[in-house]
């Protein structure tokens, strides 16, 4: 990849960065620096809008690179693996998004400690989202480093410590300037980015194909080495049991994780009622629906086009496929027509770790500001000093994620985006779903449901390949593998279910009646919502 | 609604055409002031007021009105997730333990696997559309009335204290 990529690629995210600034700058002008203002934007956020801002938030570089990477180099266990994410969202859509937006204020812990002795159970949901977006950000701020050292060709150590810092920067900047306000726009910006790049280039490579699927299927298959059953499952996620059942694990953490996500619950506080909400998800499903749908489109393409051999030959983990397919449908390396489309490809990848690490940075900021810092204060504090603690917790949790990134940068990290969604579904999903639908559920069921998916999720990842006992392993010397997947949420889920089940009926406290219809009410009908 | 003999109903003396007027509308429920009268307003315990804010929600909870919205919802719900997650866990099961069955070609290059993942994305949006038409035709409306009612009736209480 010559110098002229690059430069063009750098100048278009730095439009995207200047844009972005003066935008942040624009909205924080008559900022007065209330809760409202900072955790939810004014909730005054238009239902397509929203939509838009939670496709941006939830689309992340390891979709539109590391998907259609996945595809081109294994075909259908790519697109197996995406449909996950899709699905997810009915699960949001069905029993979260209005509910919540109808009973909480800012954060999922609201939600619970509306009806349960407060502090307890804020300090539980507290940890437990805070752990989400830290694993989360965690795998975002390495993938920023190795993504622009491959992007930019710049392989060099520092290139690539200074890339990760001032990703950090700039998002530090966003979040604790702007609050949730500059966020969602940053979202949005994103997301018309995204979704305008890969309409071009699905375009592009239906053209080339003449519109004809099929046609397009049998050249990728054939242009893999691996005919037939690179449209078949099994090329990936195949093999021996272990990996078939862990492959199971990975679907389920991703389908009941997303509607356990503090990023994502966080956006339905941005809109005014829970009709907007429900909107504003409408809108992101299909969204993130038609995102996907071009996905396979441009995976298959990747591998019809430029073949999955030169695609592993530039990055064995698939993700450089996409820019390889713009700079061979804008014509070739030589040309400027493959030279403007590989910058854009480029700059949308950067524009898109930038706003996936700001949104997640805002939600643990929220976290610790509203749930963990607000019941662990002494009692005499200022209420209204949270909004600063947030400000504060966003550069601290920014400095923290640098710090990972740089430190795990020669890491395989890949793990860490279906651990936070194993975490989010085990610690997150149980007590938010007991809260809104069991009658009896009491505090001491709420605290076991987290800490009893939290737990078990943290524990049997120590323990599983990833971390040690195989040569992919974190610390391959070592060897404490006792189970064997790679992924807990098979486990975790169920464990976090029971706990808050046993919990429950364990207790000595009866269940507040009063209160589970105050929920209950609020939830189906917004009385009292704000 | 004939839970509404029960103990706590007294306390709140909420009157019998509470319910009635769910039906019919509210607009009269101010001028029968239901809560406000039965105590001087001012020096009452933080305690005795909530508990009369946490009535007003055991009253609404349990009127025909809501468990209808209640109803709706989760007639609607239920099913809707049974089918979409257990069709979801159907289809990882299937492509992870019988990838021969999902390799069966079907037409040219399209496979059963092929049609099961562009059926997934089908089903998500079709789920999606159901819900939200099934929403805005058959609760949102009921949701809307009865929140302003019950806002209408939590401000009766908490208009007491001032």
Not at chain 1, 24 to 36: F, M
Not at chain 1, 368 to 388: C, F, G, M, N, T
Request: a positive charge.
């Amino acid at each position: 990849m010559t110098g002229n990529h690059q430069t063009l690629a750098l100048l278009l995210f730095s439009v995207f960065v200047a844009v972005t600034l003066a935008i942040t700058t624009w909205v924080s002008r008559h900022r007065h620096g209330s809760a409202e203002e900072f955790y939810a934007g004014g909730r005054l956020f238009s239902p397509m809008e929203n939509g838009f801002a939670i496709a941006g938030d939830y689309m992340s570089a390891a979709s539109f690179l590391g998907i259609s990477g996945l595809i081109a180099l294994f075909g259908y266990d790519g697109l197996l693996y995406s449909v996950g994410f899709l699905v997810a969202w009915l699960v949001v859509l069905f029993l979260v998004a209005e509910l919540v937006r109808n009973c909480g204020r800012f954060t999922l812990a609201d939600v619970v400690a509306a009806r349960m002795s407060e502090r307890p159970v804020r300090i539980a949901a507290g940890t437990s989202s805070v752990t989400v977006s830290v694993l989360y950000l965690v795998a975002q701020m390495v993938g920023a480093g190795s993504l622009v050292a491959l992007l930019l060709g710049g392989t060099s150590e520092a290139a690539q410590a200074w890339t990760v810092i001032g990703v950090g920067a700039l998002m530090i900047v966003y979040v604790s300037m702007g609050g949730m306000r500059a966020t969602t726009w940053i979202q949005i910006v994103k997301a018309v980015l995204l979704m305008g790049g890969a309409i071009t280039l699905t375009v592009l490579v239906l053209v080339r194909f003449h519109g004809d699927f099929n046609q397009l299927l049998r050249t990728a298959a054939e242009r893999s080495g691996h005919g037939s059953s690179f449209l078949a499952p099994g090329l990936k996620y195949g093999g021996d049991w272990t990996a078939r059942l862990d492959f199971i694990s990975l679907g389920l953490a991703l389908v009941l994780g997303t509607a356990g996500l503090p990023h994502i619950l966080s956006r339905f506080y941005t809109v005014p009622t829970a009709r907007a909400a429900r909107r504003s998800v409408v809108w992101s499903i299909g969204l993130i629906g038609g995102f996907y749908l071009m996905t396979i489109v441009l995976g298959f393409g990747a591998a019809a086009i430029v073949g999955s051999d030169t695609v592993r030959g530039s990055n064995a983990s698939g993700n450089t496929a996409v820019p390889l397919l713009a700079l061979d449908l804008g014509g070739g390396p030589a040309s400027s027509g493959g030279t403007v489309l590989f910058a854009i490809v480029a700059a949308i990848a950067f524009a898109t770790i930038l706003a996936v690490v700001a949104g997640i940075t805002l939600a643990s900021s929220t976290s610790v500001a509203h749930d963990l810092y607000a019941s662990l204060r002494r009692r005499h504090a200022k209420p209204r000093s949270e909004v600063a603690v947030a400000r504060t917790a966003a550069v601290g949790i920014g400095v923290v994620a640098i710090a990972l990134g740089l430190l795990a940068r020669d890491l395989n990290v890949a793990f860490l985006v279906g651990l936070a969604f194993a975490v989010a579904a085990s610690a997150n999903l149980p007590v938010l779903l007991y809260s809104l639908f069991w009658r009896n559920f009491t505090t001491r069921g709420a605290v076991w449901s987290v800490y009893g998916g939290l737990g078990p999720a943290l524990v049997l990842v120590l323990l599983s390949p990833v971390v040690t006992g195989s040569p992919a392993s974190l610390f391959p010397g070592v060897d404490l593998q006792y189970f064997p997947l790679e992924n807990p949420g098979l486990v975790s889920i169920p464990l976090g279910f029971l706990a808050g089940w046993l919990g429950t009926v364990t207790s000595a406290e009866p269940p507040d009646e009063a209160k589970h219809a105050e929920t209950e009410v609020r939830a189906l009908t917004g009385a009292g919502a704000v | 609604m004939e839970k509404y003999d029960g103990p706590d109903s007294g306390r709140v003396r909420i009157d019998d055409p509470w319910y009635d007027a769910l039906a019919s509308g509210w607009g009269e429920l101010d001028g029968t002031g239901a809560p406000a009268p039965t105590v001087p307003p001012a020096r009452q315990e933080q305690d005795d007021r909530a508990a009369r804010a946490a009535d007003v929600y055991l009253e609404v909870q349990r009127s025909a009105a809501f468990q209808e919205v209640r109803s709706r919802y989760r007639r609607f719900v239920v099913p809707a997730v049974a089918v979409f997650f257990s069709w979801y866990l159907a289809y990882v099961v299937t492509a992870t333990t019988a990838p021969g069955l999902m390799a069966r070609p079907v037409a040219g290059a399209v496979n059963v696997a092929m049609l099961a993942g562009l059926g997934q994305f089908l089903t998500t949006f079709l789920f999606t559309w159901a819900y939200a038409r099934h929403a805005r035709l058959r609760r949102d409306r009921a949701a809307l009335d009865l929140r302003w009612d019950t806002q209408e009736l939590t401000r009766g209480v908490a208009g007491g204290e001032r």
